[in-house]
């Protein structure tokens, strides 16, 4: 199903905003998402965009992250708004093609979060 590259990652000050991008090879309009993984933690779900449901965040992004996808450049963004020292992690893309399958998965793109 191709490729999920992840870009937009980066360090900045608690309160700023930062959009992360993934793009995805040999796309289709697939439901896509974000997940995030900090150090010593589990990965955790973070938000995702559907072709056929409304889209999802996780309660601790809610109101400060939107998700959005942009079919004709194969592309799904995260606008990450008044970050928090806690937003700090490793955001993975990903994607399913097929309702009930597994997911796919990018690399992924470190967000530092300072206070």
């Known amino acids: 199903q191709g490729q999920l590259v992840e870009s937009g990652g980066g360090s900045v000050q608690a309160g700023g905003s930062l959009r992360l991008s993934c793009e995805a090879s040999a796309y289709t309009v697939c439901d896509m998402g974000w997940s995030r993984q900090a150090p010593g933690k589990e990965r955790a779900f973070v938000s995702s965009?559907?072709?056929?449901?409304?889209?999802a965040y996780a309660d601790s992004v809610k109101g400060r992250f939107t998700i959005s996808r942009d079919n004709a450049k194969n592309t799904v963004y995260l606008q990450m708004n008044s970050l928090k020292p806690e937003d700090t992690a490793m955001y993975y893309c990903?994607?399913?093609?097929?309702?009930?399958?597994?997911?796919?998965w990018g690399r992924g793109t470190q967000v530092t979060v300072s206070s």
């Open positions: 965009i559907y072709t056929d449901a409304p889209t």
């Open positions: 990903r994607r399913r093609c097929v309702k009930g399958s597994a997911w796919d």
